[in-house]
């Protein structure tokens, strides 16, 4: 009941700090914490890259009828706290092991797209998306579907472009497995060893592919040697739709401060991951060390760089204060406490990815549909 309330506007009439203290678990009184939800409902947050669907996987076999929606155990997202959190779109992924690759990925892949499906068109409070137009004009929360790991798409073109016409705007391009045509940041997986190699003809065409396409390129996964490949190339800007800052925590999943600079000129986003293993590489990560890398990110290339993607439920372990969805206000209050401006994180909640979306489906639309990537 709460969070109608506040969707209908009328937050401010709830009244007391005690109140207050109750919706965001913070301490009553704080003056900032009535400004975050306030732009919090004005700019309901567009989180980049969320893994409910793997969970659902894990432990319910996909079954939605068995699960309800609302107020799921055991993960970090369902409908009651995106709604608590101000998460006003989530990009959710359909992803599947490397351990599927060049066996069974597609057939999994599909049925991720599947439960991603039904959860987004069977609840009320949710509504399936394909488009930056449709992601800015819902009043529910907008779902998109990610691709997370190229291995999906078993080196086919064709498979690619039945993945968008099923509704897919995102792809990343490798998870923790090299594909045959291009490298991951992570070497937990021996397989398509290439030497000065990072991005192959093939793995040039599928980039290519996606911006005809109107897909979003997405390179959080990917090694650096990958995405500097990719940012030579494509034509629309790309997305890091979980990573975050080298300098701050110098983990391989995060972005060196000479990349961030080149997604700059490209005009595409980083979106900050949430994983504690990824923003503290030493001790306990919480709310202040998660805003360090905003900071840092900002004062590199700008806010207008800068996302949000949690990367819940793909992960065990978040900061102290941002355990689950529904703790996103505690993250702007940290950022309005170090002084950014009401326009700077409006782009961070949602303008940033909305222009990154406009651009690359413009880029689509003017004339790149002319020549399509056909190899096999």
């Not at 005809?212 to 997305?239: C, E, F, Y």
């Not at 980083?270 to 001790?283: E, K, P, R, T």
């Not at 994180?345 to 651009?359: I, Q």
Request: glycine residues 8%; proline residues 2%; neutral net charge.
């Amino acid at each position: 009941m709460i969070s109608r309330i506040l969707h209908r506007g009328d937050f401010f009439n709830l009244g007391t700090n005690l109140m207050l203290c109750f919706l965001c678990g913070m301490t009553s009184g704080d003056p900032t914490t009535g400004s975050a939800f306030g732009l919090m409902t004005k700019y309901p947050l567009i989180d980049g890259h969320n893994d409910l669907a793997l969970m659902l996987r894990i432990l319910h076999d996909n079954r939605l009828s068995q699960v309800d929606l609302h107020n799921i155990s055991k993960v970090a997202t369902d409908i009651n706290r995106l709604t608590t959190g101000h998460v006003g779109a989530q990009v959710f992924a359909a992803y599947v092991l490397c351990g599927a690759q060049a066996k069974d990925a597609v057939r999994l892949t599909l049925e991720q797209i599947d439960v991603i499906n039904r959860m987004c068109t069977e609840n009320p409070e949710l509504e399936l998306v394909t488009s930056a137009k449709g992601l800015n004009d819902t009043k529910r929360i907008a779902c998109l579907i990610s691709i997370e790991g190229g291995h999906s798409i078993d080196s086919s073109l064709p498979t690619l472009r039945m993945f968008y016409q099923l509704g897919v705007r995102s792809m990343a391009l490798t998870h923790t497995c090299n594909t045959p045509w291009a490298e991951s940041s992570s070497t937990i997986y021996d397989v398509y060893q290439r030497e000065n190699d990072s991005l192959t003809d093939f793995g040039k065409d599928v980039v290519k592919e996606m911006n005809r396409l109107g897909m979003i390129v997405d390179l959080s996964h990917s090694s650096w040697a990958t995405a500097r490949a990719v940012l030579q190339i494509s034509k629309a800007p790309v997305i890091f739709s979980h990573s975050s800052a080298h300098a701050v925590c110098n983990h391989s999943r995060n972005v060196p401060d000479d990349l961030l600079r080149e997604l700059k000129e490209n005009g595409g986003l980083i979106m900050v991951n949430l994983h504690s293993g990824f923003v503290a590489c030493h001790g306990q990560a919480n709310v202040s060390i998660v805003a360090d890398h905003f900071t840092h990110i900002r004062k590199v290339v700008g806010s207008e760089s800068i996302g949000i993607g949690g990367d819940f439920d793909g992960a065990s372990k978040f900061p102290l204060g941002l355990e689950d969805v529904s703790k996103y206000p505690a993250l702007i209050q940290e950022l309005l406490k170090r002084h950014w401006t009401e326009n700077e994180l409006s782009g961070v909640l949602r303008h940033n990815f909305l222009r990154v979306f406009k651009e690359v489906e413009k880029v689509s639309a003017k004339g790149t549909r002319a020549r399509c990537f056909c190899s096999l």
